[in-house]
C-alpha cells in the first residue's frame, strides 16, 4: 500500500478493549466504546463487539448510520447532544441519546413518536468542565418535561468532564452526580438506571477509589485506541499505545542550513517562528502534511526530529538516520493527529490482524 498511511493493528485494539472490560467490570461498570476517533470504522467496531462491548458510542450520527448498515449489532449511543435538524435520524439510527435541552427532546419525542419508536435519553449534568450539560439546578424541571413525552424514556444520567476545561474526575464530583441521582429517583419515582461517570479521563477515579457509588456506565475512546488515560497521557498498564502506526515517505533528503536565509514574513499559516542556527544539518522531506495529520501530534520511531510542516510537506532533521528518498519513516500518532489522519482522504487505511 502506498504512502501516507495509516496501519491499523486490530488485534492489538482487541487486546486494549478486552483488557478494559475486564477491569472496569470488576467494579461494576459497562463501558460504551466511543469510535469517534476513527470515524465509526465498521472493522473496528467489529472488533470491539467480538471483544465484549455491548454498546458503542459516536458524536456523530452519520458514522452510527454507517456501522449500523455494515451490520454491527449492538446498542448505539449518540453521545453528541443531536442538533435539532438531525433528530429524526436520530430516533432511525441511535438507541439512546445524551441531552441538554427539552426543545429537542420534543423533537426526538415527536420523531419517535412518528417511526413508533422507543428512543431512550441520558441527560447531562454540567459538573464543571462547562461543555454540555444542564444546570444541577435545572435538572428537576428538564426531567419533569421529559416525563411528559411520548416515545422517550429517560434512562439515566451523565456528565463529561475533562474535554473543555480539563477539570478532573474526582470522588467529589462522582458523588454529586450519584447524589444528584438519588435526589431525582425518589422525587421522581423514577429508576435512572444508566449513571454515566465519564470518558478516558476517569481512569485514575476508577483505580484509586474503592467505592464507585452508583456510576455503572463510562465512555471510553482513546484509552482503547492509543492505551492511555488522558490526564496526564500516562500508558494503563498491559495496553498497547501503538495501535496505530502512521507512515510517510520522504521525497526530498539534502543537507541544508539550518538558518534560513534572507528578510522573513509570515509562514504559510500566518506563523512566525524563531530558527536556531546551528551550521548545515542533514534534512528529509516527507509527502505529508497538516492536510493529513497533526504534526504536533506525532511522535517519529527513529531518531529524526520533525522541525515543522506545512500543508503538504513534513521537514525533519534527518540526523545520522541513513533515510533516503523513498525510505518510509513511521510515527505514533495521538488523538488529534489519530482523528485528522483519520479523517484526510489522503491517507491510506490499512488493517492488520483480526479479520
Ligand atoms: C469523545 C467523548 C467521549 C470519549 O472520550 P475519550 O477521551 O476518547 O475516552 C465520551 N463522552 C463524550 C460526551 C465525548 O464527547
Known amino acids: 500500500m502506498g504512502a501516507p498511511r495509516l496501519e491499523i493493528d486490530l488485534d492489538k485494539i482487541g487486546h486494549n478493549v478486552r483488557s478494559l472490560c475486564t477491569l ?93 419508536k422507543r428512543h431512550q435519553v441520558i441527560l447531562m449534568v454540567e459538573l464543571g468542565d462547562l461543555r454540555e450539560g444542564i444546570m444541577p439546578s435545572e435538572l428537576g424541571s428538564a426531567i419533569a418535561e421529559t416525563l411528559a413525552m411520548e416515545g422517550v424514556e429517560l434512562v439515566g444520567l451523565g456528565t463529561n468532564l475533562a474535554c473543555y476545561a480539563g477539570v478532573n474526575p474526582t470522588p467529589e464530583n462522582m458523588a454529586e452526580l450519584c447524589d444528584i441521582a438519588t435526589r431525582l429517583r425518589s422525587e421522581y419515582d ?28 463510562v465512555r471510553i475512546g482513546e484509552a482503547i485506541l492509543l492505551g492511555r488515560e488522558t490526564l496526564r497521557r500516562e500508558r494503563i498498564p498491559g495496553l498497547y499505545t501503538d495501535a496505530f502506526t502512521l507512515v510517510a515517505e520522504v521525497i526530498e533528503r539534502k543537507t541544508k542550513p539550518s538558518f534560513p536565509v534572507g528578510p522573513r514574513s509570515q ?30 501530534g506525532i511522535t517519529p520511531r527513529i531518531a529524526v526530529e520533525c522541525l515543522g510542516a506545512s500543508s503538504d510537506h513534513l521537514i525533519l532533521d534527518a540526523k545520522d538516520t541513513g533515510i533516503v528518498v523513498g525510505s518510509e519513516v513511521t510515527f505514533d500518532v495521538d488523538y488529534s493527529a489519530l482523528l485528522r489522519a483519520m479523517t484526510s482522504p489522503y491517507v491510506a487505511k490499512e488493517f492488520l490482524g483480526h479479520p
Open 24 to 116: 472496569f467490570a470488576t467494579k461494576g461498570i459497562c463501558i460504551t466504546a466511543v469510535t469517534k476517533a476513527v470515524l465509526g470504522d465498521p472493522l473496528v467496531a467489529k472488533v470491539l463487539v467480538d471483544n465484549g462491548i455491548k454498546a458503542i458510542g459516536d458524536s456523530r450520527i452519520a458514522n452510527i448510520h454507517k456501522m449500523k448498515e455494515a451490520g454491527i449489532e449492538t446498542e448505539f449511543t449518540l453521545i453528541r447532544s443531536p442538533m435539532p435538524s438531525e433528530t429524526e435520524e436520530v430516533v432511525q439510527y441511535a438507541d439512546i441519546s445524551l441531552n441538554t435541552e427539552t426543545a429537542v427532546i420534543k423533537l426526538l419525542s415527536r420523531y419517535a413518536a412518528k417511526h413508533g
Open 267 to 296: 509562514d504559510a499559516f500566518g506563523d512566525m517562528f524563531e530558527f536556531e542556527d546551528k551550521g548545515s544539518v542533514s534534512k528529509a522531506i516527507l509527502g505529508i502534511g497538516r492536510q493529513d495529520v497533526d504534526p504536533s
Open 190 to 217: 423514577i429508576p435512572l438506571e444508566i449513571i454515566s461517570g465519564g470518558n478516558s479521563a476517569n481512569y485514575e477515579w476508577f483505580v484509586s477509589t474503592a467505592d464507585l457509588g452508583q456510576v455503572n456506565n
